[in-house]
């Protein structure tokens, strides 16, 4: 550490191969709990990484925290070899995203077992995050068309985020609310007119808290309506969506979050 500034042996340093092989025995040894307290410390104290993966996936979430708050958003310019470790990075974690969400039904590639909600979570923490890095004119009409039948369905564009039974629903009003504040304070254009006059045509609200208010006025007296009932309609499409794919809706005990709710 004292000569390179770190304690990450590669196994690929051929003057530090037993150093190397040492290192690696520690961090499994640590994995399986077989590594006592005292040298669990020691190792501490010089900064030893005990998950090179993790560690490795912090440092490039830190990058991307650094870029959005220089430049208000997370759009990488693609000229610059400087952003291209991170682009590629991003574009991972979106693809890791859509698998996780089941956005890539069909696809051989079974999502990565460290993309956690937890990495869902801290990655949308960073203001104006966007899963879906573009929309093409199809992929637009195509969730549009989407909003149009929850409408249809619910009397409303309030789609919940995340929104499990169509995610990519969920994320397209989350995207498009975000892309609209960026429009508004002069970040971008991604959003454009034609697109922002259609959607508030059927109602579209740019605000989630808007939305809630919305849901509000809607509701009777008693407050009664459907369609102001969001968790209620949440459960209903659910099971919908369950007995599109059994033929029933005998939800078993087993099913907590459709069961319990």
Not at 17 to 38: D, T
Not at 106 to 128: C, M, Q
Not at 245 to 254: F, T
């Amino acid at each position: 550490k004292a000569q390179n500034g770190h304690s990450n042996v590669s196994e690929n340093d051929a003057q530090n191969k037993c150093l190397a092989q040492w290192v690696n025995k520690q961090r499994l040894s640590y994995k399986i709990n077989a590594l006592n307290s005292k040298h669990i410390q020691q190792l501490n104290s010089m900064g030893f990484i005990w998950d090179l993966h993790e560690h490795s996936w912090m440092r490039m979430y830190q990058e991307l925290k650094t870029f959005q708050c220089k430049h208000k958003h997370i759009i990488l310019p693609e000229h610059l070899t400087t952003t291209k470790p991170l682009r590629e990075w991003l574009k991972v974690q979106r693809y890791q995203y859509k698998l996780f969400m089941g956005m890539s039904i069909g696809s051989h590639i079974k999502v990565d077992d460290s993309f956690t909600e937890e990495r869902i979570h801290l990655l949308e923490e960073i203001p104006n995050f966007i899963w879906q890095e573009s929309w093409t004119a199809s992929l637009w009409e195509k969730c549009f068309e989407k909003l149009l039948e929850y409408k249809e369905t619910f009397g409303n564009c309030n789609v919940p985020i995340p929104y499990k039974i169509k995610p990519e629903l969920g994320e397209f009003v989350r995207t498009h609310r975000i892309l609209y504040g960026q429009k508004k304070k002069g970040i971008n254009d991604l959003l454009s007119d034609e697109q922002m006059d259609r959607l508030e045509k059927v109602g579209f609200c740019w605000a989630a808290e808007d939305a809630g208010k919305q849901a509000d006025r809607n509701c009777n007296a008693d407050g009664e309506s459907e369609a102001c009932d969001y968790v209620w309609n949440i459960k209903l499409g659910e099971l919908c969506e369950f007995q599109r794919l059994h033929g029933h809706i005998d939800v078993s005990n087993d099913n907590k979050n459709l069961f319990l709710s």
